[in-house]
């Protein structure tokens, strides 16, 4: 009713051009007012005495206040206590005061609406202690007056308040979306790292092994060279498909590993020359573990091999990974390899692979250990696997 735009005055600012909605709620607020005067006017208790001059008095300074609801939104309080005061020696006032009354209870704060409307409804008390008569028409009139400024005051704080939450509402909106785009990122991110971090670290250790032992036997230099090079080929690829997700979201991501591709993982790693002791016992085979756990498990695996290379005792040194599950006992898994006896320089890193795989883990339901074990770093989680109900 009479627009819904928020006030300038709450800001603290000068309040600018009317925009074509606000001309249009103000040019009906003036229409209400003037049909309001028009419509009652017959139901107006007019003294006998009163002489045709100040009755055309009275409904210009009606037409007056009609047209005063085009200054509501610059000054509403003071224009609604100047229509409260005329409005106690003209009905004509009547409906422009409830137009301001609205305006006041729809555009400031409670505080100032509850002075105003202790000001509207000051005279109730002197008129219920003066024992009004039921029968004069009067008193259903001034019963009437009350009852819809009580109406334009309840009605104007209903609109605050349904703007108020409308706002509100906006906002949680904003964050959850802000929210959901940090999230989705800290998924990318994380995603890259473990995608990535296997692929260098490969590249990294045999780049080493060549810069340290130029002078080996053509084979190894060989084999090292071709490790090399397929790691960089499929860290960009891999690069390029994140990249790719990441400039058309609508777009369906590459697919995500399962357990299953546990095989190839350990396999590439045998490849690229480190001693791996595997041993994978599944109840049903890879393919009856819960999707969420067995992807979480492979991140492990892959996270696990990748600090061997990078922070353990060499490229050289032996491995093992243990995965074991079956339904209702949960899925674990271990990664142990040696620790490095002299300090080196190694291959950097950022320290967020065990902090992402610490989240994945506890986001699906299980629980991540990590930290030195005679002489060995140890990498063991547990899994859900729900047995049949």
């Known amino acids: 009713m009479f627009g819904l735009s928020e006030d300038p005055a709450a800001r603290r600012e ?14 009906a607020a003036f229409a209400f007012a003037a049909l309001f005067a028009l419509l009652t006017a017959d139901e107006v208790v007019i003294d006998p005495g009163t002489s045709g001059t100040a009755l055309f008095w009275d409904q210009t300074a009606g037409g007056l206040a009609c047209a005063t609801v085009f200054l509501r939104r610059r000054w509403p309080v003071p224009l609604a206590l100047a229509l409260l005061v005329a409005g106690k020696f003209s009905h004509f006032v009547t409906g422009a005061c409830l137009v301001a009354l609205f305006t006041v209870a729809a555009h ?45 005051l309840g009605w104007g704080s209903y609109v605050r308040s349904r703007r108020q939450l409308i706002v509100s509402l906006r906002e949680k909106a904003g964050r959850a979306a802000a929210d959901a785009r940090r999230e989705a990122r ?10 990535l971090a296997h692929r260098l670290s490969l590249l990294s250790v045999h780049a080493g092994a060549l810069e340290f032992n130029p002078g080996g036997d053509p084979a190894s230099v060989e084999r090292a060279a071709g490790v090399i090079r397929q790691s960089a080929h499929q860290a960009l690829q891999d690069l390029r498909e994140i990249i790719g997700v990441l400039r058309a979201p609508e777009a369906q991501a590459h697919p995500q590993p399962v357990l299953a591709d546990v095989d190839r993982l350990l396999a590439e790693v045998r490849e690229a020359g480190t ?75 950022a ?24 002489g060995r770093f140890r990498l063991y989680a547990w899994l859900p696997w729900p047995g049949p109900e």
Do not use: C
């Open 108 to 152: 400031r704060p409670p505080r100032v609406t509850a002075w105003v409307s202790a000001a509207a409804l000051a005279p109730v008390p002197f008129f219920l202690a003066a024992g009004p008569a039921a029968d004069d028409p009067r008193t259903a009139s001034s019963l009437t007056y009350f009852a819809l400024v009580v109406g334009a």
């Open 351 to 374: 320290g967020q692979g065990l902090i992402g795989l610490a989240e994945r883990t506890e986001l699906a339901g299980g629980r991540l250990e990590h930290g030195p074990q005679e």
């Open 275 to 349: 001693p791996l002791e595997a041993e994978v016992e599944l109840a049903g085979g890879a393919g009856a573990v819960p999707a969420v756990a067995g992807r979480t498990a492979y991140r492990i695996v892959q996270e696990g091999l990748t600090n061997a290379r990078k922070h353990g005792a060499g490229p050289d040194a032996p491995v093992s990974v243990r995965v074991r599950g079956a339904p209702g006992d949960g899925l674990t898994v271990q990664v142990r390899n040696p620790l490095r006896r002299e300090p080196g320089p190694g291959i950097p890193g």
């Open 14 to 27: 000068p309040p600018g051009p009317r925009t074509p909605r606000e001309w249009a709620a103000d040019l």
């Open 186 to 195: 800290e998924d990318i991110a994380r995603e890259m790292h473990d995608v």
